[in-house]
């Protein structure tokens, strides 16, 4: 069963400059797009081991400052930047991985948008829980 969020991930997949995306925590990737690993664009096989190690180092701090309101951030490894933006009061974060030259205005505001998509998501998927 794909997971409701994974559409999200697709579409945020068919922009040009993000070759990675994926909902994740420290030691973790909670969601990815429908095809996992093997949607991811080629050219992020050759970095993704230390990426992902230097992830995980970020959710460090993301952990650490969230509940403070912590909403996003950034790093920019080799050729690539990762961005994080933080799920409100959670240590999670939709996370994607884009060329170091890329134009983040619009992939910033595809990421907010997406965040919010996610988090109705969420919403229901808690209250539905709830209920049941």
């Not at 095809?35 to 992020?44: A, N, Q």
């Not at 096989?45 to 990426?51: E, K, V």
Request: aromatic share 6%; glycine share 2%; with cysteine.
């Amino acid at each position: 069963m794909v997971d409701p969020i994974a559409p999200v991930l697709d579409d945020l997949l068919k922009l040009d400059d993000i070759l990675a995306c994926m909902v994740a925590r420290q030691n973790m990737i909670s969601v990815m797009p429908s095809d996992g690993t093997d949607s991811f664009k080629p050219e992020i096989n050759q970095i993704w081991d230390i990426l992902h190690r230097a992830m995980d180092d970020v959710f460090t701090v993301i952990r650490e400052y969230s509940a403070a309101g912590l909403a996003e951030m950034e790093f920019r490894l080799q050729d690539y930047e990762a961005l994080f933006f933080v799920f409100p009061d959670t240590e999670n974060a939709l996370v994607a991985i884009i060329p170091a030259l890329a134009n983040k205005g619009l992939i910033e505001v595809e990421m907010e948008n997406a965040r919010q998509e996610i988090q109705a998501i969420m919403s229901k998927a808690e209250e539905t829980k709830l209920m049941a």
